[in-house]
């Protein structure tokens, strides 16, 4: 298939929710590799737009206003302004940032919604839900909770068990509750409007299967997953009191589901920026329904499904706006081999970065992109974020800048010498650059930031192994035209680094164009070795970075292990009690004391110990326990514990154990053995 060409892209980002800070995960997924591209259109030039804002509805924001006491206006105003000035603060270069409370994104999605409606694009059906009496209202899945089938967690949500992972549907939770008032739901009928997805299943397939598989394998085969199976409706509307009122009659008390109502966002932005603006912008639906226009989402993996399904079908059955051309999505960022977490505040949130390492938004960006979860997910540490701030930004970044620069201010003045005779070294060293910026392009093109970054840092190794050869510091004083020379082409390379890494690193690159006293750049620059011409006055040099230590990186850590304690001590204490038994049920468990006669350790495994104890009977009963991280066999001989006497056998890594130890689970996830006071004969019952 010929590629199309596009006259200008608008680039959109995913749309964080309004209810939280922004963490280090976002960044990673979205805005970091958003940010890149859009800066690296803009140097060459293109006519490009960058589309952002805060998704200020659905039920995560009602249920933190209802915690707090407050109202969801006031969640959302205190999160969004918090939320933008982390983006601003990282150089996230958004050309809007508005949010979907906005009277102009108000109004443009109760259109669309009212379009598809008169245009019989949408169907009505009656469901039945979950109903709170006593809030007299609907619950939207996050508000009930219950046990979960499948692990049997007790406070599993109506959409999904956050225990053992599992999606689900609130009917299928066991014992139900309200999450407003724990009372017990009923279900009741209610009416809401579809978007058919099945009726454009085989629009969808030929679209993305057929048209699309340049996409990312990630994206294109979850696509292809929803896509092998049968599509359902969706509901796009809510019985909920905290959005935009669904604009039909019939539809009190509804308001536009989150999910239909963020994605129009992007447009309403759009629009908001080119009416305050048109002169510069022009028309918003020159941006949004002109086939000229290129449209690429920047989302996370979770959010894929919504922007390559639902939404291109919206757009479809709306009939006049463009759809997306590209969607590269990125996998999970987790942190210190753990799942992020912003319930769990397992996280490194933005506006606390830059409390404890200030100035240094540009090696958070440059670790996360090196590390980016393109097409898999990948791990953020602190000790990678320093090594690779020590050994690639400050060892070899930094160190050819500052070698260049300060030679060059110690032996000329800091103006740039004019260049002579090229040896081979010379030549060598640039042939090695020209086929930089042709690499650089061609990754970025294709969303391939990670390998980009790289490349752009290969600019400063060939720097860096060109600078240390010729070693000008000990030819200066035999051959100072020579020095002339190395010089010159090192201060070449400089040049080229604060372009190649402007996408990558706003922060640094301007520090380095003042350094150099380089105004005018764009990327059609990138790869010339003529940029500073012989004469020109560079200024007063200044690392450009610097060594983390490791008191530093202890801090955060400390941070983050206190953060882990602290949620320990939360789940113990907030462990329900597990659901009532009768007292026969009670009866049935026979537990007895028992004398350890013997304990050790079992082989190949680092938690079972096997017991041999004396249970009055006579005879030895055999049970292995997975207690071997808090106790040494050797210590527990001679104590009295409490089994289960009458418990099924079961075999343990070859060992037939006859009933279970009773244990106690202290928060930190610490187990202790439940042992007998004053002396009592083996078999004892224990009552």
């Not at 640039?430 to 391939?448: G, H, I, N, Q, T």
């Amino acid at each position: 298939m010929k590629e199309k060409k596009f006259k200008r892209t608008l680039v959109t980002s995913a749309l964080p929710y309004a209810n939280g800070g922004v963490h280090i995960g976002h960044l990673a997924g979205v805005y970091v590799p958003a940010d890149i591209y859009v800066r690296y259109l803009r140097l060459k030039k293109q006519d490009v737009v960058f589309i952002g804002g805060s998704d200020e509805h659905g039920v995560p924001i009602t249920i933190r206003a209802k915690k707090e006491g407050v109202t969801p206006q006031d969640v959302v105003d205190r999160y969004h302004n918090l939320i933008k000035k982390s983006f601003e603060d990282f150089g996230i270069s958004f050309d809007v940032y508005s949010r979907t409370t906005s009277e102009t994104h108000h109004h443009l999605a109760s259109d669309f919604f009212k379009k598809l409606y008169d245009d019989g694009k949408l169907v009505e059906q009656e469901t039945e839900q979950y109903y709170d009496e006593e809030a007299q209202q609907f619950l939207a899945d996050r508000y009930i909770t219950g046990e979960c089938p499948h692990c049997h967690y007790l406070g599993a949500y109506g959409d999904q068990c956050e225990h053992c992972g599992s999606d689900l549907s609130p009917l299928e939770l066991i014992n139900p509750k309200s999450a407003i008032n724990g009372s017990k739901p009923v279900i009741k009928k209610t009416k809401n409007w579809y978007l058919p997805l099945n009726e454009y299943q085989d629009w969808l397939k030929k679209w993305i299967l057929e048209g699309h598989q340049e996409w990312r394998p990630n994206v294109y085969g979850q696509c292809k997953s929803w896509l092998d199976l049968d599509l359902q409706p969706r509901a796009m509307t809510r019985d909920l009191n905290w959005g935009i009122p669904v604009p039909i009659e019939g539809a009190e008390g509804k308001v536009l589901y989150v999910w239909f109502d963020a994605p129009i966002g992007y447009i309403s932005n759009t629009k908001e920026l080119c009416d305050a603006d048109p002169q510069r912008w022009g028309s918003w639906e020159k941006w949004w329904k002109d086939e000229d226009t290129r449209l690429v989402h920047f989302i996370g993996k979770d959010n894929i499904v919504f922007h390559c399904l639902i939404f291109p079908t919206m757009l479809k059955a709306h009939g006049d706006y463009i759809l997306p051309d590209n969607v590269p999505a990125n996998e999970f960022l987790n942190l210190e081999d753990n799942k992020i977490s912003t319930s769990k505040n397992w996280a490194v949130w933005l506006h606390e970065y830059l409390v404890d390492l200030p100035g240094k938004q540009d090696v958070l960006r440059y670790v996360l992109t090196a590390n980016a979860p393109e097409t898999k997910d990948n791990n953020f540490t602190w000790k990678d974020f320093q090594e690779r701030n020590n050994s690639e930004l400050v060892a070899i970044y930094g160190n050819f800048v500052n070698r260049a620069l300060q030679l060059t201010k110690k032996y000329f003045d800091g103006v740039v010498p004019p260049c002579g005779n090229l040896l081979d070294e010379d030549k060598r060293a640039l042939d090695e650059f020209k086929d930089v910026k042709a690499k650089v392009e061609a990754l970025l093109d294709v969303f391939k930031f990670r390998d980009a970054q790289k490349e752009a840092m290969n600019l400063a190794r060939i720097g860096n192994k060109y600078i240390t050869e010729c070693e000008p510091w000990k030819v200066w004083k035999t051959d100072p035209e020579r020095v002339k020379t190395v010089l010159y082409i090192s201060l070449q390379l400089v040049a080229n680094l604060s372009i190649a890494f402007e996408p990558f690193l706003p922060f640094s690159s301007a520090k380095l164009r003042k350094m150099i006293n380089m105004d005018s750049f764009d990327w059609s620059q990138l790869g010339n070795t003529d940029l500073l011409k012989s004469g020109h006055q560079m200024e007063e040099p200044e690392l450009l970075f610097e060594k983390i230590d490791d008191e530093t990186i202890d801090a955060q850590l400390k941070k983050l292990e206190d953060t882990k304690k602290a949620n320990e001590e939360a789940s113990y204490k907030a462990k329900d009690i597990k659901p009532v038994v009768s007292y026969a049920d009670f009866e049935k468990l026979d537990i007895r004391v028992g004398h350890i006669k013997h304990c050790e350790r079992v082989k190949k495994s680092d938690k079972l110990l096997k017991f041999i104890i004396d249970d009055g009977s006579g005879k030895d009963r055999i049970i292995a326990s997975g207690i071997a991280k808090f106790y040494e066999p050797e210590k527990l001989i001679g104590k009295d514990i409490c089994f289960i006497a009458n418990l099924a056998p079961r075999k343990i890594m070859g060992i037939e154990s006859q009933g279970m130890i009773l244990s106690a689970e202290n928060f930190d996830g610490s187990l202790s053995l439940t042992t007998i006071e004053h002396e009592v004969k083996p078999g004892s019952q224990v009552l």
